[in-house]
Nanobody, 122 residues
Framework: QLQAYGGGLVQAGGFLRLSCTAS????????MGWFRQFLGKEREFVAA????????YYADSVKGRFTISRDSSKNTVYLQMNTLKPEDTGVYYC?????????????????WGQGTQVTVSS
């Protein structure tokens, strides 16, 4: 089970840090990631990180502004979001265990948490 939290309302140019904790797993040897969904749009990939935290990949739209990290001892992944823009507004979901490294499709991830709302005001 994945539990995401940390969303909220922030002004443009501000920052937020999302967290997602995995429970019920016997190990942390799996890739974790973040997706987001804008109103009326498909869920889109944001970032993913390897199980040991040494490698990550990002969507072009967030590269340089967002940073994904994880604390495997806590089974928790983080998404530090800086220089937020109104177009970053949406529901953010954490996901785990994609079928392959580099996966960016919703269908490629098997486990999902509930979303957390991020709203960026202009």
């Amino acid at each position: 089970q994945l539990q995401a939290y940390g969303g909220g309302l922030v002004q443009a140019g501000g920052f937020l840090r999302l967290s997602c904790t995995a429970s019920g797993r016997t190990s942390s040897s799996y890739t974790m990631g973040w997706f987001r969904q804008f109103l009326g749009k498909e869920r889109e990939f944001v970032a993913a990180i390897s199980w040991y935290g040494g490698s990550a990949y990002y969507a072009d739209s967030v590269k340089g502004r967002f940073t994904i990290s994880r604390d495997s001892s806590k089974n928790t992944v983080y998404l530090q979001m800086n220089t937020l823009k109104p177009e970053d507004t949406g529901v953010y979901y954490c996901a785990a265990d994609p079928v392959r490294w580099g996966a960016r499709s919703r269908a490629d991830f098997s486990d999902w948490g509930q979303g957390t709302q991020v709203t960026v005001s202009s």
